[in-house]
């Protein structure tokens, strides 16, 4: 299994979601981020909201199957680019094990 970690421009977030839900993955989770890339500017500002930076990212996680890592991240790829600096990045790593608190079982996906 393979865990798939994006952090995009949020509002890129329902075109990537659309997209993987009309290829048959429709489980993920979004979260609301802070990210600095490569920081080369002085002039990033602390935010009430975030932390450290001002510049917001969402993270989308996706588990799958080993076989089904290149389509998701192809989706990814194409549906959160906008061609600006800063679209993100993807990382992808492998799952050793799941397990299903309602029952404490092992699981496949």
């Not at 932390?51 to 998701?72: H, L």
């Not at 194409?78 to 600006?84: I, Y």
């Not at 800063?86 to 699981?107: C, L, T």
């Amino acid at each position: 299994m393979k865990e798939i970690k994006a952090f995009i421009k949020p509002f890129k977030v329902m075109d990537v979601f659309h997209h993987l839900k009309d290829a048959g993955f429709p489980n993920l989770t979004v979260s609301k981020a802070e990210g600095t890339g490569t920081l080369k500017s002085d002039e990033t500002e602390i935010s009430t909201e975030f932390s450290i930076t001002n510049t917001e990212v969402a993270k989308i996680e996706v588990v799958c199957n080993d076989s089904d890592e290149e389509k998701i991240v192809s989706i990814i790829n194409e549906q959160a680019r906008t061609g600006d600096r800063g679209d993100g990045i993807i990382y992808v790593s492998d799952v050793q094990k799941v397990y299903k608190i309602k029952n404490g079982r092992k699981s496949d996906i």
